[in-house]
């Protein structure tokens, strides 16, 4: 059993900056890329950012450059710097770990909202 638990999120204003972690626990052996998506209301859930075992990125457009996305292999752990935020950006924020032989785990999500 794997699980996946998310922290950091909450309301701030537009302009300011937010950190997101997200543990993962369990049975765990490796896990490979780690990720972490949103989903605003109305909206289906997209990316925002993703890490390898070996710290490759990637990021969705709308965020390059305010948002930063690392891990801790040690402690089965990625983070989401935020900054710059903008209303737009309020959404459910989902953390995500792909495990070989065992597959994707979501977190339960944190809100993360942003006033203008």
């Known amino acids: 059993q794997v699980q996946l638990v998310e922290s950091g999120g909450g309301l701030v204003q537009a302009g300011g900056s937010l950190r997101l972690s997200c543990a993962a626990s369990?049975?765990?052996?490796?896990?490979?890329?780690m990720g972490w998506y949103r989903q605003a209301p109305g909206k289906q859930r997209e990316l925002v950012a993703t890490?390898?075992?070996?710290?490759?990125?990637n990021y969705a457009d709308s965020v390059k450059g305010r948002f930063t996305i690392s891990r801790d292999n040690a402690k089965n752990t990625v983070y989401l710097q935020m900054n710059s935020l903008k209303p737009e950006d309020t959404a459910v924020y989902y953390c995500?770990?792909?495990?070989?032989?065992?597959?994707?785990?979501w977190g339960q999500g944190t809100q993360v909202t942003v006033s203008s």
């Open positions: 995500n770990a792909d495990l070989p032989l065992f597959g994707q785990f």
């Open positions: 890490i390898t075992s070996d710290g490759r990125t």
């Open positions: 369990g049975s765990i052996f490796s896990i490979n890329a």
